[in-house]
Every structure is written in structure tokens, then in C-alpha cells.
């Protein structure tokens, strides 16, 4: 059973610079979400999409972030210009289609640290 | 900003004994989930519950929902070492079935 996969898991690099987060769903799932968790929080909803399409954005998601799907399997998600504040763990979660609130399948998640 | 407050932010119990957590929220929900989290690692879902269930079972778990008061508990009977983790509720609402709004959590500790 292949459950979400993220990579990297770690990463490390300094303000200003640009990083780029993959995330592989579990392959029957339509819908694929981000989250960003700091410590001692709980996670918060960055954006999600179903099959390809991007349907909702927090506005935590500044222009800074933008996340992709292009064929509806894999998504990536790069910050530029990274600050402090990006330190965090980003999760990515996937979803079945049907029906209302199914729950969701996390990966380990990649964490950010920003020199 | 986090959608509930958890009670108590920091849980410490003996192996064998019960452990409850409780889970505040402030808009109208279609469900609410608990998951668990082992340091480091992702989340695991636990349960879910729908706005028109009171209580569900699983195993060792029992979840109740009370919608009036917004509120939810979970209970974890006879507990191990190996629940050791955080936990964490999460709503789902309104016209977005997609993203789930996550409490702060409680980190529970299980001394053998």
C-alpha cells in the first residue's frame, strides 16, 4: 500500500532563495491539499486541488507561494525569495473524490529551514 | 487563524489508564475528524464524525459531538506507551468540503 509521498523531507537553505516541494498522492485520489505546520501548532490550509484544477487558496498563501498539479497526479509547491517566517513543515495530503469529507492521507512531510 | 481550541494542551497519564481530549469550534462543520501525529512524522487520521452523529466507536476510541455546544471529546481507553503523540481535531465546513481547519492539539504522554 503506497501511502503520500514528499520529498525532500528535509531542507535547508537561505533567505532569498528559492525552494520547490513535490508530493505524490496516493494514485487513485483526486483531490490533494497543502498545509503548513509550525511548531507547537497545527497545520494550516495553504491550497488544495482536485484532479488538476487549484479550487481553493488561503490567503496564507502569499505571491511568493504558488503550487501546481499539471496532469492531475503530482503537485509541487515553490517558495521564492524564502523569509524566516517560511520556516516550517509543509504537509501534503491526498483524498478520495467522493462523497463529502473523506478523511485525508498525509505524508511525512517536507521541513523548511531558513538560514 | 485555528478554527478550535483543544483542552488540555498537555496530557500525561499512566499506561492502563484513560485519556480524554477535548475539542472547541466556532462555525457550523459537516464533520469533524481527529488525527494523531508521532514526532516528525505526518498525520494519521483516527475517526471521523459526521454534524448529524453524536458519539462513533473505533477500537479503543470513542468520539461524541455535541453541535449545540461546538464542541467534541475524545476518549482513548486503556491507554499504551504507543499512543504517545499529539492529537488534533479538525473541522470540515461551510461550501468547502476540500480543506480541513485544524485545532492546536494536545500532546499526550503515556508513561509505562
Known amino acids: 500500500d503506497t501511502g503520500v509521498s514528499q520529498d525532500p523531507r528535509h531542507k535547508i537553505t537561505k533567505r532569498g532563495q528559492n525552494v520547490t516541494f513535490r508530493c505524490d498522492p496516493i494514485?487513485?485520489?483526486?483531490?490533494l491539499y497543502w498545509y503548513r505546520q509550525t511548531l507547537g501548532q497545527g497545520p494550516e490550509f495553504l491550497t488544495y486541488f482536485q484532479n488538476e484544477a487549484q479550487l481553493e487558496k488561503s490567503r496564507l498563501l502569499s505571491d511568493r507561494f504558488s503550487a501546481e498539479r499539471p496532469k492531475g497526479s503530482f503537485s509541487t509547491l515553490e517558495i521564492q525569495r524564502t523569509e524566516q517566517g517560511d520556516s516550517a513543515m509543509y504537509l501534503c495530503?491526498?483524498?478520495?473524490?467522493?462523497?463529502?469529507?473523506?478523511?485525508?492521507?498525509f505524508g511525512d512531510g517536507t521541513r523548511l529551514s531558513i538560514l | 487563524s485555528q478554527q478550535g481550541e483543544e483542552d488540555p494542551q498537555a496530557l500525561s497519564i499512566q499506561e492502563g489508564e484513560n485519556a480524554t481530549m477535548n475539542c472547541s469550534y466556532k462555525t457550523s462543520i459537516n464533520n469533524l475528524q481527529w488525527y494523531r501525529q508521532n514526532s516528525g512524522r505526518g498525520l494519521v487520521h483516527l475517526i471521523l464524525?459526521?454534524?448529524?452523529?453524536r458519539e462513533k466507536h473505533s477500537g479503543r476510541l470513542r468520539v461524541t459531538l455535541d453541535t449545540s455546544k461546538k464542541s467534541s471529546s475524545l476518549l482513548i481507553t486503556a491507554s499504551r506507551a504507543a499512543d504517545t503523540a499529539s492529537y488534533f481535531c479538525a473541522t470540515s465546513g461551510g461550501t468547502s468540503y476540500g480543506k480541513l481547519t485544524f485545532g492546536q492539539g494536545t500532546i499526550l504522554t503515556v508513561h509505562p
Open positions: 495530503a491526498s483524498s478520495p473524490l467522493e462523497g463529502a469529507g473523506q478523511p485525508q492521507h
Open positions: 494514485s487513485e485520489h483526486n483531490r
Open positions: 464524525i459526521r454534524s448529524n452523529e
